[in-house]
DNA sequence: ACCGAACACTAAACGGGAATCACTTGAGCG
DNA sequence: CGCTCAAGTGATTCCCGTTTAGTGTTCGGT
């Protein structure tokens, strides 16, 4: 019984990650993962498998699976924040402005499917209103790049209707409708996404801010 | 040893529900814990318990746990086709008309949320593609009412932007939005819902549609 | 009256998810 | 060398949907 027997330690355990590098390979793995496969698709394991570590590695380096995709949904964000803030700064009519800005958004959803269903169609369910705050927070700052101009447009007479905040949410939700449908209902006989965001642009527009 | 020290019978078994009787019992305690809780929430074995009915049980009656929602679900969206079919045979001008059923839309989404969700919002990762066919194709009926009634305004040459097709998918997927948002962030301080349905519902119609 | 098939139901188990636990390994340092 | 401590591990827990292998009841045929 002094033979304890141990396993015949398999592989070799990979070795540290010094410093930081553990945390972003966990990262990057992750991100591929999520990006093919979504939220759903993105497991622990897999990822740690990926990673060539164990499981239980990632909660090292992480609280839980979903500070893992939030902070890579961050990341994502944090490009629309810059487009947003780079768009905000150009000295351009306002009403292009808007239009530029939400036509980005677009854009960028489309082109950031899974980050963007993760922040802005998930909440329910998936996450607790706490974990989504960080992130949120972001998204709200690129909301109120855009409210900003929403303002400028109120603030010269042009709003043909409701107050400037009504107005704010009604175009960025309908921007929202659009891509998220496009993006949860692929088999969808969708016209040219093109043309929909341009129509879609057009008669908002058109529709709330006066000429 | 002739007393075969029968189990107790725990808390006898629940005795047949005769004919089609269980099966709505299922439906009626999933519909409650479903509409409660949502899809993650509304597990087998939950249903199973309040039901007092094993949760293999479950299985008798339905093939598996999303037939059983998409069947709740089923239930809400023929009451939508309902509504937009009655909309659809009243003799008012069809601008009108095209926003009723779009506030129809928007008032029954914001009312049946988690089915309004499970058919709208969820498709990827949650379901596979067929499975949700069934109801996909009710949520087809209703878009093709609405669809109809685009194309009147279309024929009348009312239409300002874009072709019929990209001015309903548009009118439809701003609606989608805004509801869609509310119910999935309800923290954010939206303006008042009824406010932000007539702002929407006016802008993209008078940006689509000429008087 | 009896047999057996059909039925409605069940407990137990499986595989796979997230997360936690108690433990080991090894690098750096006095 | 012996110590500490961060980084890693396998085993385990709990919950999920689903499957398997039954158990008790009912009911039509003979």
Chains 1, 2 share one sequence.
Request: with cysteine; proline share 3%.
């Amino acid at each position: 019984m002094t033979t304890v027997l141990k396993k015949p330690q398999r592989s070799a355990r990979k070795p540290k990650g010094d410093g930081h590098m553990r945390r972003g390979e966990i990262l990057e793995a992750a991100q591929r993962i999520f990006l093919a496969e979504g939220y759903q698709g993105a497991t622990i394991r897999k990822i740690a498998d990926e990673v060539g570590v164990s499981s239980t590695a990632l909660y090292m380096h992480f609280k839980d699976k979903d500070e893992i995709l939030l902070e890579i949904s961050d990341g994502a964000i944090t490009r629309l924040l810059e487009i947003n803030s780079e768009l905000s700064g150009r000295p351009i009519d306002p009403v292009v402005r808007v239009r530029m800005m939400l036509d980005a958004y677009m854009g960028f959803a489309l082109e950031n499917p899974n980050a963007y269903q993760l922040v802005f169609c998930a909440h329910t369910g998936l996450m607790t209103e706490e974990k989504t705050e960080a992130t949120s927070e972001l998204g709200d700052r690129c909301f109120q790049k855009f409210i900003d101009v929403v303002n400028e447009i109120a603030a010269s007479g042009r709003l043909r209707t409701g107050s400037a905040e009504s107005a704010a949410q009604v175009l960025w939700a309908s921007c929202h409708g659009l891509v998220s449908l496009i993006i949860t209902k692929p088999k969808f006989t969708w016209a040219d996404s093109t043309e929909l965001r341009q129509v879609l642009l057009d008669g908002m527009l058109h529709g709330l801010v006066a000429d």
